[in-house]
């Protein structure tokens, strides 16, 4: 089960969010050293937390020490939205992100985690290199957040539940867990199950408890979590590509030197490559893994019956810039 302590750091990292950079900063030996807290959702033993900490080091490395980032995994620090927020505000934070998540700042950030919009991970690279990417970038900076990076592959998304689904049919009435984000639930909709709302720290129990009757994630999130423990049933309908972004106050990163700057990016996106490595190797041992546990895995014949159903969820935000969708479909050369 996941950690739920740090109230306390919580309430401290809340007085410290309109302080300026300065108190970021602490002499060493005659020199400044920038202190940053490194917050996300995910457990200690998944590759996500194993490429935050790489990064970590990378950077205390190549900065000769001049940038310490400390790690908090488990939601230590406190919850994604409440860590954005607290990045928005001006906390010397680094934070995971959704695009969902960011579309709350930049509504065209939504796109980029839609249903079955990659046919392959790989594919993401061409958004990451496409003047939208830098306009969406540019916007966020200018709602104060900036992303050093989204690259970070969390792997494809499945649904673990208490039942077998073979088709769109054994997703009715079947409650299942969303984040609180209008592209998941709305996905979740189309493909006919009921979204219900918890914050990934409220998943397991939700789960053991019957508020949910299953919920969706990567398999190396559902194995790092254990929610085998609780749900035995895991069908692979790969329904998202679970790309995530680093991201830290604009200000702070303004008031950054050139240097500093191009360490925490360019460290940032290695890291992303890395994490991708690591989850797609992943991806091709935790299966038996999670059998081992005694889970039952389905793979539902018709995908594409899957896909025509929450195709319609792209036309579900108005906020969007008009064309966006095509847009994206002529950058990664689908159409």
């Given amino acids: 089960m996941l950690m739920r302590s740090g109230s306390t750091i919580r309430r401290r990292l809340k007085a410290l969010a309109f302080l300026p950079?300065?108190?970021a900063l602490t002499s060493t030996a005659g020199a400044q050293?920038?202190?940053l807290r490194f917050a996300h959702n995910l457990s200690a033993t998944e590759p996500y937390n194993i490429a935050a900490e790489k990064f970590a080091a990378d950077v205390a490395t190549k900065s000769n020490g001049g940038i310490k980032i400390t790690v908090f995994p488990n939601e230590q620090l406190g919850a994604n939205k409440e860590m954005l927020e607290l990045v928005k505000q001006g906390a010397n934070i680094i934070t995971i992100t959704d695009s969902g998540y960011m579309a709350d700042f930049v509504p065209d950030f939504g796109v980029l985690q839609g249903p079955y919009l990659l046919r392959n991970p790989n594919d993401f690279k061409k958004l990451l290199a496409s003047d939208?990417?830098?306009e969406l970038v540019s916007a966020a900076k200018a709602k104060g957040m900036m992303p050093l990076a989204f690259n970070w592959y969390l792997g494809s998304r499945h649904v673990i539940s208490n039942r077998a689904i073979n088709s769109l049919a054994d997703f009715k009435g079947l409650s299942l867990r969303a984040p609180p984000i209008p592209m998941y639930v709305k996905t979740v909709e189309g493909l006919g199950a009921r979204p219900v709302t918890l914050a990934w720290s409220d998943v397991y129990t939700g789960l053991s408890q019957g508020v949910v009757d299953g919920a969706e994630a990567p398999l190396p999130t559902i194995y790092g979590t254990k929610l085998y423990e609780v749900r035995q049933n895991i069908a692979l309908t790969g329904h998202f590509a679970n790309f995530l972004g680093i991201i830290m106050n604009a200000q702070v990163f303004d008031k950054l030197t050139a240097a500093q700057k191009?360490?925490?990016?360019?460290?940032g996106e290695a890291a992303g490559e890395y994490l991708m490595k690591l989850t797609l190797?992943?991806?091709k041992t935790v299966r038996a893994d999670l059998e081992m546990k005694g889970v039952k895995f389905t793979t539902p014949a018709?995908?594409?019956?899957?896909q025509?159903?929450?195709a319609s969820v792209y036309r579900e935000f108005p906020k969007w810039t008009p064309g966006l969708y095509e847009r994206v479909q002529k950058i990664l050369q689908y159409n």
């Fill in 21 to 23: 950079l300065l108190f």
């Fill in 302 to 306: 018709n995908i594409e019956q899957f």
């Fill in 262 to 267: 191009a360490i925490l990016t360019s460290e």
């Fill in 132 to 134: 939208l990417y830098k």
């Fill in 33 to 35: 050293t920038l202190t």
């Fill in 281 to 283: 190797e992943k991806e």
């Fill in 308 to 310: 025509r159903a929450t």
